[in-house]
């Protein structure tokens, strides 16, 4: 197993033969910060390898082991109707059953302590224990994949990126016939994310901290911006480059671009979000901007990016997209960015369906450049990183808690 460190970027070989129960601890032996990881979900621990060596099997494989056995549901609302809506709308796949229901979060943190459930649906407003503390608590003490079914919970609130920040999978609004809403659909949609995060290897029981300190203006203008990383993310995009950004260092010469299949307003409230998570600086992508190392930004696949080389200053070029829907422009980034980086270019691509940035890191790989993709157990959507894998020969194969370090480590070395 290979490990790398979040807060210094050191990589560590673990020998399987150190690996015990289903919690593991190793101290960094460079910055002796404790790494903690969940390894309750072993059974796909060799998946990933196999995928490489055989990729027209890895789709397949994962499908058929997601598929024997029964999923267990815990369902959490302080709403007993709430609870047996639900109840229903899972039991009608007979490939669920609800295992047990809790009415607040001390109660299902109870539950916990006897019972290990696939899947967690949460609430967030409930009496005795909201639902952002007992997920708080379930990711530190019993990691679950856990979809938030919340009225607040919808696309660019501030409870849903919480919930994700704290390590939530995945969130939908609680089901209703309000306003003609089709309840067929939303129970579509509730078995979906369900059977979706069963698939999810729950890696790390470690939340994101917020920074200790205030960032200071102006004080990282002076970082040159010696590498360039560009990301890809489409389905599951707020919840992995959580798992990402807030654990890159601010003080490497580097600078981020993630493309996000997203709507842009969406993204505008999601970079204020990030940028208060994170110790570097995240910004909206917008035409003109010069880049600088310590930063990252953030632009919607209905925008095509791309750099310009001005003397020693690198500039962001953002414009519309002239087509209807996205058309490859993560592909774009990442062909931009290869030619004017090279060898000090990054591609990386996480959680998402179709194939935008799979061309894109093949220019960055024939530049001399590195090739990250998030491991297929972590994704919410596996099919671009499965297809990246297959068609790539790719450099750092890991998880989306891991991400960070090894793009960190890329960076030490490209960097001297």
Do not use: W
Not at 203 to 214: A, D, F, G
Not at 230 to 245: F, I
Not at 379 to 393: Q, S
Not at 394 to 416: N, P, R, T
């Amino acid at each position: 197993m290979i490990l790398f460190c979040e807060e210094c970027g050191t990589r560590h070989d673990i020998d399987d033969a150190q690996i015990g129960g289903d919690v593991f601890k190793f101290l960094c032996t460079v910055c002796h910060e404790t790494l903690i990881l969940s390894l309750a979900n072993k059974r796909q621990s060799k998946m990933v390898q196999a995928a490489m060596a055989q990729p027209e099997l890895a789709s397949t494989q994962i499908a058929r082991e997601a598929k024997e056995d029964i999923l267990k549901i815990l369902v959490v609302d302080d709403s007993k109707l709430i609870r047996r809506v639900l109840r229903d709308i899972i039991e009608s796949d007979g490939r669920k059953k609800v295992i047990g229901e809790a009415e607040n979060g001390k109660a299902a943190l109870d539950f916990l302590v006897s019972e290990q459930p696939d899947v967690i649906t949460l609430d967030i407003n409930m009496p005795v224990m909201d639902g952002l503390t007992t997920l708080k608590h379930i990711m530190i003490s019993r990691p679950v994949p856990t979809v938030m079914i919340s009225a607040l919970t919808k696309e660019g609130s501030l409870e849903t990126f919480d919930s994700l920040k704290y390590g939530a999978i995945d969130f939908l609004p609680k089901p209703s016939q309000v306003k003609g809403a089709d309840l067929n659909s939303q129970k579509e949609e509730i078995l979906r994310k369900i059977e979706l995060a069963a698939g999810i290897q729950i890696e790390s029981i470690r939340y994101l901290r917020r920074p200790s300190t205030e960032k200071e203006p102006g004080k990282n203008d002076a970082i040159p911006c010696l590498c360039l990383v560009a990301m890809g993310v489409a389905e599951g995009g707020y919840g992995a480059l959580l798992n990402v950004v807030p654990r890159l260092k601010e003080d490497l010469p580097a600078a981020y671009i993630a493309v996000m299949h997203q709507a842009p307003h969406h993204i505008d409230g999601f970079a204020r979000y990030l940028d208060q998570c994170s110790r570097l600086s995240v910004y909206r992508a917008a035409d003109g901007m010069v880049l600088k190392g310590g930063r990252c930004y953030l632009a919607a696949a209905s925008e095509h990016v791309c750099l310009v080389q001005d003397g020693e200053q690198t500039i962001l070029k953002v414009n519309a997209s002239p087509f209807p829907t996205p058309m490859g422009a993560i592909d774009m980034l990442m062909d931009s960015v290869s030619h004017t980086m090279k060898n000090r270019a990054a591609g990386v691509i996480l959680t998402g369906t179709g194939d935008d940035g799979v061309a894109g890191l093949g220019k960055i790989k024939e530049m001399g450049g590195k090739l990250f993709v998030q491991d297929p157990r972590s994704c919410l959507f596996k099919e671009t990183p499965m297809k990246a894998a297959e068609r790539h020969t790719v450099d750092y194969l890991v998880s989306d808690k891991q991400m960070a370090g090894a793009i960190s480590a890329f960076i030490k070395e490209h960097s001297k």
